[in-house]
């Protein structure tokens, strides 16, 4: 696609469930990242991808978050036993290349957990 | 600690005036500056970007100014239109620390017509 496709674009989950987010980049990106945007704050680093590994996974907030990119494409972001704090929008970007942080943001999926 | 800030949550200005938003880091490391653009239910958009070798960087209305020295940098709108309001972040990357961006908490602009 023209874009970065992030699907679902809303999900509402109850506490302690399990959800998957996917991020779509834009073909042929290498660089692939997830952000975590709360209510009234900028987006911040959770997790960036070159290729199929993962390069820096240093802004994963616990063990609950775990992210995957198996062919070096599309990614889904997993979080595991859901919390009320995970309540945001987390935001995928892609990029050519990874250099200087320049980079094609989807619209996101803002997820919700009650 | 927040690494890049951004004191103004808001700003209001007139059509046809000029917009100045401002940011400031912590960070030495940090040796690319960029902004980016945020209209609601959207990912944010790039609009510019300055190499901290630089001092300034110019694309059409939009210009960006960096003071090192300062660590302090600031994006100019003019002439502001109305199209220009949304959300505006400043974020920062430091190379060799995996190309992430350290992102401001944004400001929000209005321009009145």
């Known amino acids: 696609g023209a874009g970065v496709s992030q699907t679902p674009s809303n999900k509402v989950t109850e506490k302690g469930k399990y959800v998957e987010l996917r991020c779509d980049p834009i073909?042929?990106?290498?660089?692939l990242y997830w952000y975590r945007q709360s209510l009234g704050q900028g987006p911040e680093f959770l997790i960036y991808?070159?290729?199929?590994?993962?390069?820096?996974d240093s802004g994963l907030p616990n063990d609950r978050f775990f992210a995957v990119r198996p062919e070096g494409s599309v990614s889904t972001l997993k979080i595991q036993r859901t919390e009320r704090g995970d309540s945001a929008v987390y935001l995928c970007?892609?990029?050519?290349?990874?250099?200087?942080?320049?980079?094609?943001f989807g619209s996101g999926t803002r997820l919700t957990v009650v | 600690d927040q690494q890049v800030k951004q004191n103004s949550p808001s700003l209001s200005v007139q059509e046809g005036r000029i917009s100045i938003l401002n940011c400031d880091y912590t960070?030495?490391?940090?040796?690319?500056f960029l902004w980016y653009k945020k209209y609601p239910a959207e990912g944010p958009t790039f609009l510019i970007s300055?190499?901290?070798?630089?001092d300034k960087n110019e694309d059409g209305r939009f210009t960006v100014f960096l003071n090192k020295s300062a660590k302090h940098l600031s994006l100019h709108i003019v002439p502001s239109q109305p199209g220009d309001s949304a959300v505006y972040f400043c974020?920062?990357?430091?190379?060799?620390?995996?190309?992430?961006?350290?992102f401001g908490g944004g400001t929000r602009v209005l321009v009145k017509p």
């Open positions: 960070n030495s490391m940090f040796d690319y």
């Open positions: 991808f070159q290729g199929t590994g993962a390069a820096d």
């Open positions: 974020a920062a990357s430091a190379q060799g620390a995996g190309n992430k961006l350290t």
């Open positions: 970007a892609s990029s050519l290349n990874p250099g200087q942080g320049k980079c094609t």
């Open positions: 073909s042929g990106h290498t660089a």
């Open positions: 300055i190499s901290s070798i630089k």
